[in-house]
């Protein structure tokens, strides 16, 4: 029998990223990756995240919250994730103020209507914390580059850990480049020991960005929070834009504000519920 076999799931996004809710806080147990996988197949139940809720371990917590991706590794931030499992217990406790923990930090989220605002935390810039092969002076601009030697498409990405690691390259147009393409050699570059997830942006003004993103672990996707709140802090912090921004990705649009008091990225946007059920062997079957 599989180890997630008739347990009950929600199926919901943000912004179209997709993401499967698997409250297991009534019989705590691992997620395995082969039946992440399995589960994220096309004809199964596709998704880009799980966010898997574990008992709290801080007094004050709804939950402890893992978050898988869909090829079964497990990473360390999902903004999109984050929304949609503070909808989640708000609907269970009817609660709009709701703080989980993560092996990132807490995730203290706001519901006013339509609206979920998350706190995503400190960024951090320093070469060994997001992390980097090895030392790099400025992580505004690192040397890293994509295409031709002669004539690279991409160039000296900004990167930053916001829970993840992320390199986010500056480009005239988002959807003149192919990031299919690009997306799964930059990932594993040996330059980011962790793999990274790799984004486009593209300035519209000094309060608005473009985005596309290439996610670690997951592919393209329509939505992706975590890096949002990166590019919106790599921007700031070379002076392309100020430090509340609408970042607008294929999915729709996200409010990134680096509040200046204490530099935590307070990131505004919807989630919403699709379905539920619950997972059965034929789910499950092939798991590999």
Not at 81 to 94: D, K, P, Q, V
Not at 111 to 140: C, E, K, N, Q, S
Request: proline share 7%.
């Amino acid at each position: 029998m599989a180890a997630l076999e008739n347990r009950p799931f929600v199926k919901m996004n943000g912004l179209g990223n997709e993401i499967v809710v698997l409250d297991l806080r009534d019989a705590p147990l691992a997620v395995p990756p082969e039946e992440a996988r399995a589960l994220a197949r096309p004809d199964v139940l596709p998704f880009d995240q799980i966010m898997a809720l574990y008992p709290p371990t801080t007094e004050g917590t709804s939950a402890f919250v893992r978050i898988i991706n869909s090829d079964g590794s497990e990473s360390g931030a999902c903004g999109n994730g984050t929304r949609c499992i503070a909808l989640y217990e708000a609907g269970r406790t009817g609660r709009d103020h709701l703080l989980f923990e993560s092996v990132a930090g807490l995730l203290d989220c706001r519901i006013a209507g339509a609206a979920i605002t998350a706190d995503m935390g400190v960024p951090r810039f320093g070469w060994a914390d997001i992390p980097l092969a090895g030392p790099v002076a400025d992580t505004r601009a690192i040397e890293l580059q994509a295409g031709p030697a002669e004539a690279p498409v991409l160039r000296a990405p900004s990167v930053v850990n916001v829970g993840n690691p992320h390199a986010i390259f500056w480009v005239e147009d988002i959807d003149a480049v192919d990031l299919a393409h690009y997306g799964p050699e930059l990932e594993h570059h040996p330059i980011f020991p962790a793999r990274a997830n790799i984004s486009l942006a593209q300035i519209v003004g000094a309060d608005h960005i473009r985005l596309k993103v290439w996610e670690r672990g997951v592919g393209l996707t329509r939505a992706c929070g975590s890096a949002a709140c990166a590019t919106a802090v790599a921007a700031a912090r070379l002076g392309l834009t100020g430090r509340r921004v609408t970042v607008t990705l294929p999915g729709g649009d996200l409010v990134i504000d680096w509040r200046v008091s204490d530099d935590h990225m307070l990131m505004t946007g919807p989630a919403e519920f699709e379905f539920d059920g619950q997972l059965s062997a034929a789910m499950l079957a092939g798991a590999a």
